[in-house]
Nanobody, 124 residues
Framework: QVQLVESGGGLVQAGGSLRLSCAAS????????MGWFRQAPRKEREFVAT????????DYDDSVKGRFTISRDNAKNTVYLQMNSLRPEDTAVYYC?????????????????WGQGTQVTVSS
C-alpha cells in the first residue's frame, strides 16, 4: 500500500515557476513508476510526466516538454515536478500517482495509487 501527498501548488503569474512535491509512504516507493497528471475544470485528467524507478527514463506530454522537469529522490520517498515558464493553460489540479511495475506509462488507468491533488493557478 502506498499513500501519496502532494504539496507546492499555489497561485503564480504567467512566466513564473512552481515546484510540486509528492511524498510517498510505504517501503516499495523506489520500485514504483511515478507519474504526474492534471485535471482542469470540465476536462478529463491528462498525463503530464512520468519517471521510472531508477530515474533513468522520463517522458513528458508535448505541452510541457522543455518547461517541466520530473525527478525523484528515492531516499526521501519523494517525486518532484519543477514547472517553469508557466502558462494560464497549465491551471489545473495536479495529481501524483504510482504504478507498481517497471514500465512507464502515460495512461492514468495504469496507475493504482493516487494523491489528493494540489491546485495550480496561473494568472495572465
Amino acid at each position: 500500500q502506498v499513500q501519496l501527498v502532494e504539496s507546492g501548488g499555489g497561485l503564480v503569474q504567467a512566466g513564473g515557476s512552481l515546484r510540486l512535491s509528492c511524498a510517498a509512504s510505504g517501503r516499495s516507493f523506489s520500485t514504483y513508476v511515478m507519474g504526474w497528471f492534471r485535471q482542469a475544470p470540465r476536462k478529463e485528467r491528462e498525463f503530464v510526466a512520468t519517471i521510472s524507478w531508477s530515474a533513468l527514463t522520463t517522458d513528458y506530454d508535448d505541452s510541457v516538454k522543455g518547461r517541466f522537469t520530473i525527478s525523484r529522490d528515492n531516499a526521501k520517498n519523494t517525486v518532484y515536478l519543477q514547472m517553469n515558464s508557466l502558462r494560464p493553460e497549465d491551471t489545473a489540479v495536479y495529481y501524483c500517482a504510482a504504478r507498481a511495475t517497471t514500465v512507464i506509462s502515460r495512461d492514468p488507468r495504469d496507475y493504482i495509487y493516487w494523491g489528493q491533488g494540489t491546485q495550480v493557478t496561473v494568472s495572465s
